[in-house]
C-alpha cells in the first residue's frame, strides 16, 4: 500500500497482502526504511520481525487488524456456500450447509488467521458463481463480473490458477443441459436454444471476460 513493492513475500498474492494489510493503514505505525538491509534482499521474515517487535509498534493489535480481511473474506463465502446450496436444493439445504461450513475445522482454522487461504477460497467461489450467472444469461453487468470476480482469484494466491479447470469443468456441465441462453446486449436480444450455438456463445463471451 505505501511503496507498490511487490517483492515481498509476493507468493501470497498482491491481493490478499493488500487485504490483510489495509486495516493497518490506519494506525500510527512505525516501517522499517527502504534502505533497510531486509528490503534490500529481500528478507520477509526478518523484516517482519523488526516491523512487529523492534519499532515500538504493538504487535497484538496489529495482528487482530490484520485478521479482519480473513475474516470477512470468510463472511462473505459461508453466504457463498449457503446461496449455491439454497439454489440447488431449497432454503433448508440452504441453512443446513451455512452451519455446516461454519463450523468446519477448516473454516474455524483459517478464517481468524491473516493468511491468503480464505480470501483464495472467497475468490475462487465467487468467481465460479459469477460465470455461472453469466453462462445462464448473457448481460454487460454479467460479463464484468465474471471478469473482476476472476481477476480477484487470480491475484488472491498463485494457487488461484486452479479457477481455469474448475471453469472448464463448469462449462462442459453448462454446455450438457438443454436450457436456453438468454443474450441481452446493446443492441442484441436473443434466446439461444440450439445446444452447439449456445456453446459458441458461451466460449465466445467466454474469451472476452478473460480477456477483461
Known amino acids: 500500500w505505501k511503496f507498490d513493492d511487490y517483492r515481498i513475500n509476493a507468493e501470497n498474492g498482491v491481493l490478499s497482502t493488500r487485504a490483510g494489510a489495509w486495516p493497518l493503514l490506519f494506525l500510527p505505525l512505525q ?22 517487535y523492534s519499532l515500538g509498534n504493538d504487535p497484538d493489535r496489529m495482528l487482530a487488524r490484520a485478521r479482519l480481511g480473513s475474516l470477512a473474506a470468510a463472511v462473505v463465502l459461508l453466504a457463498l456456500i449457503a446461496a449455491w446450496a439454497g439454489g440447488l436444493f431449497g ?12 463450523f468446519s475445522p477448516t473454516m474455524l482454522a483459517q478464517a481468524g488467521l ?16 459469477a460465470w455461472w450467472f453469466l453462462w445462464h444469461k448473457v448481460t454487460l453487468l454479467r460479463l464484468g463480473l ?5 481477476g480477484l482469484a487470480f491475484t488472491a494466491k498463485m494457487s488461484g490458477a486452479l479457477l481455469v479447470p474448475l471453469l472448464v469443468l463448469l462449462l462442459v ?40
Do not use: E, Q, Y
Not at 432454503?91 to 461454519?102: D, E, Q, T
Not at 465474471?146 to 476472476?150: D, E, G, P, S, W
Open 173 to 212: 456441465v453448462r454446455c450438457t443441459r438443454r436450457t436456453p441462453l438468454p443474450v441481452s446486449l446493446p443492441g442484441w436480444k436473443l434466446r439461444v436454444r440450439s445446444r452447439p450455438a449456445v456453446a459458441g456463445i458461451l466460449l465466445a463471451v467466454s474469451a472476452v471476460a478473460a480477456a477483461g
Open 114 to 129: 491473516a493468511t491468503s487461504d480464505m480470501i483464495l477460497a472467497c475468490c475462487l467461489l465467487g468467481a465460479l458463481t
Open 91 to 102: 432454503r433448508g439445504a440452504g441453512g443446513f450447509a451455512l452451519l455446516i461450513a461454519a
Open 146 to 150: 465474471a471478469a473482476v470476480t476472476a
Open 31 to 52: 516501517f522499517p526504511a527502504r534502505d533497510h538491509p531486509h528490503w534490500k534482499d529481500c528478507n520477509a521474515r526478518a523484516l517482519g520481525h523488526d516491523f512487529f
